[in-house]
T-cell receptor
Framework: AQSVTQLGSHVSVSEGALVLLRCNYS??????LFWYVQYPNQGLQLLLK??????LVKGINGFEAEFKKSETSFHLTKPSAHMSDAAEYFC???????????FGAGTRLFVKA | GAGVSQTPSNKVTEKGKYVELRCDPI?????LYWYRQSLGQGPEFLIY????????DSGLPNDRFFAVRPEGSVSTLKIQRTERGDSAVYLC???????????FGPGTRLTVL
């Protein structure tokens, strides 16, 4: 069975600081990996995804994530946080070629001025 | 419409009642998903449709939950004999293909008193 663990339900950073949101997954087959963001009072939207190929993937708003098979990780980073990045972030996994998507519990990002 | 829409946005019902939640996917999207999101948790997969058929319903918690998509577009999630534990936000998502980006609706907040 697949699962996702997001380390830290809340992360607080200062504006301009590095953002690092951690995600570890468990999958018995090659995974597809996703990061979604949920801004206050809005629906979830896709930030980025890894399916095959290059393990460093770039997404919207300056975010990127690296698939590390040996560490079963897919951490999300952004070099410089902006106030508008304050939101809840969800890591998700599905089987390659499959459809059932498993989400982590989410990490709420706070950005301090 | 431009995005996935869900109706109603809020539903309050009494324990034991029957409810229907509706999802209008993006036009032309063949894949449709239902999720349930409880407070402080990530979306929990319920069921996935490809066209009119339920390709994976392994996430439905019990036989009180049922979903249909008779014409391959609009879907209805039906919950019989509601229980207080069914209270959550029910999310619908659609995608152009099974493992493509999922576009989420705003959700229906169900409260069972």
């Amino acid at each position: 069975a697949q699962s996702v663990t997001q380390l830290g339900s809340h992360v607080s950073v200062s504006e301009g600081a590095l953002v690092l949101l951690r995600c570890n997954y468990s999958s018995s087959v090659p995974p597809y990996l996703f990061w979604y963001v949920q801004y206050p009072n809005q629906g979830l939207q896709l930030l980025l995804k890894y399916t095959t190929g290059a393990t460093l993937v770039k997404g919207i708003n300056g975010f990127e994530a690296e698939f590390k098979k040996s560490e079963t990780s897919f951490h999300l980073t952004k070099p410089s946080a902006h106030m508008s990045d304050a939101a809840e972030y969800f890591c998700a996994v599905s089987e390659a070629g499959g459809f059932k998507t498993i989400f982590g519990a989410g990490t709420r990002l706070f950005v301090k001025a | 419409g431009a995005g996935v829409s869900q109706t109603p946005s809020n539903k309050v019902t009494e324990k034991g009642k029957y409810v229907e939640l509706r999802c209008d996917p993006i036009s032309g999207h063949t894949a449709l998903y239902w999720y349930r999101q409880s407070l402080g948790q990530g979306p929990e997969f319920l069921i996935y449709f490809q066209g009119t058929g339920a390709a994976d319903d392994s996430g439905l918690p019990n036989d009180r939950f049922f979903a249909v998509r008779p014409e391959g577009s609009v879907s209805t999630l039906k919950i019989q004999r509601t229980e207080r534990g069914d209270s959550a936000v029910y999310l619908c998502a659609s995608s152009a293909q099974g493992v493509g980006e999922q576009f989420f609706g705003p959700g229906t907040r169900l409260t069972v008193l």
